[in-house]
């Protein structure tokens, strides 16, 4: 079945970077497009980043010029690096599998999430 595993995440204080990593199994990773989502305490789960199976990404405004996604297809992995972190970065990441329909990126499979706390 599917599975995604994030890590990576955890307390960095502000301007600091960390780098999550999903790990995917029970597909053929090379031919669907991976993404990472957020969820910040009372807000609405966000897309952050996006990538296709050819390598074509997608980025929040929030994200750009920041955030950087990435994959290795002979790893199965998935990667989101973030700079310059901020407070408002602060929110469990989930890791999702998808495809992009007409250029809008739709998930279909999840990870549990990994919490990113940006404080001082």
């Known amino acids: 079945q599917v599975q995604l595993v994030e890590s990576g995440g955890g307390l960095v204080q502000p301007g600091g970077s960390l780098r999550l990593s999903c790990a995917a199994s029970?597909?053929?990773?090379?031919?669907?497009?991976m993404g990472w989502y957020r969820q910040a305490p009372g807000k609405q789960r966000e897309l952050v980043a996006a990538i296709s199976s050819g390598g074509s990404t997608t980025y929040t405004d929030s994200a750009k010029g920041r955030f950087t996604i990435s994959r290795n297809d002979a790893k199965n992995t998935v990667y989101l690096q973030m700079n310059s972190l901020k407070p408002d970065d602060t929110a469990v990441y989930y890791c999702n599998r998808g495809e992009f329909y007409s250029g809008t990126y739709l998930p279909d499979y999840w990870g549990q999430g990994t919490q990113v706390t940006v404080s001082s």
């Open positions: 029970g597909f053929t990773f090379s031919v669907y497009a």
